[in-house]
């Protein structure tokens, strides 16, 4: 489905391009949800949104005027996994998956690929959700660090998966209060969910370590390619990237892109991630 005209917004998400928008042309639009998309209460809002897509990188960016201010909070945990017990029995569920039908285990497969196993390294989790990541690196030698933004997921994290969480914005957290600088930032399907990733990415380059390393997993726009209803485009993604556009956030963000993969994952899910290294490219 496409756009003639995109709807009001008040959504403002942005990369910092200098381009300031000016290449953006109509993509999809949607006046309902679609399926398998979490049904979050709007308040009686109708649901009217879209995307718009960079006609130079490629970059696809939300647009609407629904107010998601209260996206992450409480809700979120009871509209998407009925609350803390879901979030528990869902982490066990993927935890159990066989190797061959999980998108974590190729994640920590790649990882450890590029920069090798823990050897009692320090790993910064951002958005660790359910904690699937965080469990698995944890068990394979890592010291593991979490930041969430929900006071019952950080629970969670604590008591399911036994980490250090913080419940507290990235941009406050110092190397100092997490108790030295770490040796991976890991940002997994979190950067679409902010208007504006680049502060976020910026600011985890302070956190490092001389030799550390940022971990990004991000949608594809390659999705688009099945149409409007793929769950890269679900409402809570302000952003939908190409290897372009990620490779431009990382060089505006003070990094050298180390790696860049494009897959599709055992689930579906079209993704593309990246291995940044502090000091941007020539």
């Not at 399926?35 to 647009?63: K, Q, V």
């Not at 688009?224 to 990237?241: D, K, S």
Request: aromatic share 8%.
């Amino acid at each position: 489905m496409t756009l003639t005209s995109p709807p009001a917004s008040t959504l403002a998400p942005t990369l910092d391009c200098p381009c300031e928008g000016r290449h953006l042309v109509p993509a999809f639009t949607y006046q309902a949800p679609p399926h398998g998309e979490t049904a979050f209460d709007l308040e009686g809002a109708p649901y009217e949104r879209a995307y718009r897509s960079c006609a130079l990188c490629g970059h696809w960016y939300g647009a609407h005027a629904l107010d998601l201010s209260r996206l992450y909070d409480g809700s979120y945990v009871d509209a998407t996994y009925g609350g803390p017990e879901g979030m528990a029995a869902k982490l066990r569920q993927i935890m159990a998956l066989p190797p061959e039908r999980s998108d974590n285990g190729g994640r920590v497969r790649w990882i450890e690929g590029q920069i090798g196993r823990a050897a009692g390294r320090r790993l910064l989790d951002v958005g660790a959700g359910l904690g699937v990541f965080p469990a698995t690196m944890k068990a394979r030698g890592w010291n593991v660090l979490a930041v969430e933004t929900d006071s019952r997921t950080v629970t969670h994290l604590r008591e399911a998966v036994g980490i250090d969480a913080f419940d507290q914005d990235l941009m406050l957290l110092t190397a100092e209060d997490l108790g030295g600088f770490v040796d991976l930032v890991s940002f997994n399907k979190v950067l679409e969910h902010v208007e504006a990733p680049l502060p976020l990415l910026s600011h985890a380059a302070g956190l490092l370590t001389e030799d550390g390393a940022c971990y990004l997993e991000l949608p594809d726009v390659a999705a688009a390619g099945e149409g409007p209803g793929r769950e890269e485009f679900f409402i809570e993604h302000h952003h939908v990237f190409s290897p372009a556009s990620l490779a431009l956030l990382a060089e505006r963000a003070g990094f050298s892109l180390a790696a860049l993969e494009r897959l599709r994952e055992p689930s579906g899910k079209f993704t593309l991630r990246a291995l940044l290294t502090p000091g941007a490219g020539a």
